[in-house]
């Protein structure tokens, strides 16, 4: 069995994983830091802070890495995997996540492309295409064992973002954001 969580970075994925697989007795991958050992970059992204996955060696190293196991996949490159029993896709208040990824530090380019990311519902949308039946877990202000037995219990959420004014707002400021590193790179 493949189980597949995913999210925005700040959601919790590896925690959930962790835990998950530990209950299951699966194995655990935990996609970005599997794929950076085995070197399936192309390159470092210096202005993103990330590297550039070589989505052809991936998806070999990945398939070969999940054939004939049960396993719990943490990745945020749902389109990474070639199939799946689950998917999980957790999702954060966007105002919440925001305040997590400048606690990590991250640079303001890459905190707004992810929390714009949560906000427009990027991944899930992404697992939708590539898998069909996903399920949302809205894992705000929960406890990562509540997020386990929502999983485990099948109990999904809807999760929308836009009919938030105040979330409208941020994703107005934070496109500000983007633009702004958009208009440098161009001016160059």
């Known amino acids: 069995m493949i189980i597949i969580i995913t999210g925005t970075p700040g959601s919790g994925k590896s925690t959930i994983v962790d835990l998950l697989s530990k209950k299951l007795g699966f194995e655990k991958l935990h996609v970005s830091s599997f794929l950076i050992q085995n070197k399936a970059f192309s390159e470092y992204d210096e202005l993103r802070q990330s590297y550039v996955i070589d989505e052809e060696k991936a998806f070999q190293l ?13 990745t945020i490159y749902p389109s990474l995997i070639s199939h799946a029993d689950k998917v999980i896709v957790l999702r954060k208040d966007p105002r919440v996540l925001y305040t997590e990824l400048k606690r990590r530090g991250w640079g303001e380019l890459k905190i707004a492309e992810n929390v714009m990311a949560e906000i427009l519902g990027v991944i899930s949308g992404e697992a939708k295409e590539y898998f069909g039946n996903i399920c949302e877990i809205n894992v705000t202000n929960k406890k990562p064992e509540e ?41 160059e």
């Open 147 to 187: 997020v386990v037995e929502q999983i485990l219990s099948n109990n999904c959420d809807n999760v929308d973002w836009l009919n938030i004014e105040e979330i409208q707002d941020l994703l107005i400021s934070l496109d500000k954001v983007i633009s702004s590193y958009e208009d440098s790179i161009s001016d």
């Open 62 to 74: 990945i398939d070969s890495f999940i054939k004939d196991k049960n396993v719990v996949i943490e």
